[in-house]
């Protein structure tokens, strides 16, 4: 598990792709490194990935066809920078939300307008997902942990960052037409769907 609070962002200096498969590694400063042993959980622009090999300061990953389907690891490329959170422990100060790091799916970044310090990010995601984005809820963004500000039940919301964020992530530099990984907050999606099965059996109910 994470706690959605990334540590910085870390370039990729390593790519080998195969057939459903894309093997890479990430240069990572000492803090990152302590302790950091092979099968260990790392996450990596929001997404779980497993320590596979460290060779001084490159941790190596890999990534299967279903991951490279369902996030944005499918197009990464040589010195891009991805943002990096090693998984939490018991007693660890949880800063954001529980964060599990599977990725529910991508979603595409609709504009971004800057006013000052302020930045704003609006993401369209599938409409089906949007009973799961509630205003002031959490989701998990590239492995971010974000409250979300508006939404449209058409499948866009907002998010508004503060600079501290945008410091240790890559929101900064997101542009229109970008693909994020998207986790929604799985407490959400329990309570909503536990609701709606509630509401549809009282329905039958009353039908019969």
Known sequence: MFTGITRG??????????????RYAVRMPPALLAGLELGASVSIDGVCQTVVSVLGPEVWFDAIRETLDKTTLDSLRLGQRVSVERSCKIGDELGGHLVSGHVTGTGVIHDVRRDGHDVSLRVDVPGAWMKYIQPKGFIAVDGSSLTVGETSHS???????????????????????DRVNIELDPRTVAIVDAVERVMEERARNERS
């Open 155 to 177: 499948g866009r919301f907002d998010l508004h960052l503060i600079p501290e964020t945008l410091r240790l992530t890559n929101f900064g530099t997101k542009q229109a037409g």
């Open 9 to 22: 962002t870390y370039e990729v200096t390593q790519l080998q792709r195969e057939p459903d498969l894309l």
